[in-house]
């Protein structure tokens, strides 16, 4: 059922991509730093144009339960081990897996978690 889930999402990607790859973007990166920062690491960028425009907004906000408000979600690695929200995707197959620890964990020191960079979006390493 997981692998059906990654397969449907991976072939309706090609489509959205082509489809509505020239709209406004929207909602920019978000940041997602709860507990990164006070164990460690730095804060996480999630580009969230990069995601919109490949994935049906259904596939995380409703299949991952990924609630739609900037900062609401508690996310841990042990989730994403499991396959969990970033975990699904994030998983050496559909994209790169979880060992790539700072191309999530890209943000600068103290970065509140919410939205950031209004309606440009600049992906990992650039906040
Ligand atoms: C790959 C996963 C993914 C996809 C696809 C996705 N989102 Fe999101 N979205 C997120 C995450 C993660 C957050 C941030 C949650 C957090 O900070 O806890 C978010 C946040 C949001 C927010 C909150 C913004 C705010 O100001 O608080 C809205 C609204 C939203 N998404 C709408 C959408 C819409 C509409 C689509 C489809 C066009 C979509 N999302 C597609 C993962 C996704
Ligand atoms: C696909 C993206 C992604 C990758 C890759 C990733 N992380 Fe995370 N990590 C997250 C997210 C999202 C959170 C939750 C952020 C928050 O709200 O604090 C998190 C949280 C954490 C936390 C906070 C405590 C906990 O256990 O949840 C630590 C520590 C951490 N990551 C370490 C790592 C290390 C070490 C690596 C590489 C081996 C790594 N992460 C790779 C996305 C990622
Ligand atoms: C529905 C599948 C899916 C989910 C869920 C998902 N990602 Fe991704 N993500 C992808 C794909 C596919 C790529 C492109 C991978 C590639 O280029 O090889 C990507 C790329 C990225 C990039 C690189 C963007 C760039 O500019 O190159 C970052 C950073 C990232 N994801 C972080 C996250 C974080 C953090 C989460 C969870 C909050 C997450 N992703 C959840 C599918 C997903």
Redesign the pocket.
């Known amino acids: 059922m997981q692998s059906f889930f990654k397969l449907a999402a991976v072939i309706f990607t090609a489509g959205i991509a082509t489809t509505f790859g020239a709209a406004t973007a929207e909602y920019a990166d978000v940041v ?10 730095r ?2 960028i ?1 580009p969230h144009w990069f995601h919109r425009i490949r994935f049906r907004c259904k596939v995380c906000h409703h299949e991952l339960a990924f609630e739609m408000r900037a900062g609401a ?6 989730d ?1 081990q499991e396959g969990k ?3 699904m995707c ?1 998983d050496g197959q559909i994209a790169w ?5 700072g ?3 890209s943000g600068r020191p103290g970065l509140k ?1 919410g939205i950031i960079g209004d309606h440009k979006t600049l992906g990992p390493g650039r906040w």
Do not use: D, I, K
């Not at 979600?73 to 042990?78: A, R, S």
């Open positions: 997602l730093n709860h507990n990164a920062e006070a164990s460690g690491e804060p996480v999630f979600n508690e996310v841990t690695m042990n994403l929200f970033c975990g994030h897996g979880l060992e790539n620890c191309l999530c964990h978690p």
